[in-house]
């Protein structure tokens, strides 16, 4: 069965960076597009980041351009997500997503920006 399984549960203080790991299993993960989304406190989901199965295309909401950077290995099955100069409306808990329609989700990893 599709097995998604995020990783770097954090507490830290804005200006900080972070990385994000998924590691998935049951699907050929090299051919699925992939994706990060994320729901804040009190806050809907929010899709976050987007990569194409071979890498070659990375999209990202407004908000974290510049400062978050999505990448795979698919040698290792796995999803990253690079947040570098957190704030504090980056916290939320952070989904892996699999397929163009969210077919599968991981069960979220917390990540929190506080000082």
């Known amino acids: 069965q599709v097995q998604l399984v995020e990783s770097g549960v954090g507490l830290v203080q804005p200006g900080v960076s972070l990385r994000l790991s998924c590691a998935a299993s049951g699907f050929t993960f090299s051919t699925y597009y992939m994706c990060w989304v994320r729901q804040g406190p009190g806050k809907g989901l929010e899709w976050v980041s987007s990569i194409y199965a071979d890498g070659s295309n990375t999209y990202y909401t407004n908000s974290v351009k510049g400062r978050f950077t999505i990448s795979r290995d698919n040698a290792k099955n796995t999803l990253y997500l690079q947040m570098n100069s957190l704030k504090s409306e980056d916290t939320a808990v952070y989904y892996c997503?699999?397929?163009?329609?969210?077919?599968?989700w991981g069960q979220g990893t917390q990540v929190t920006v506080s000082s």
């Open positions: 997503v699999q397929g163009y329609n969210y077919d599968y």
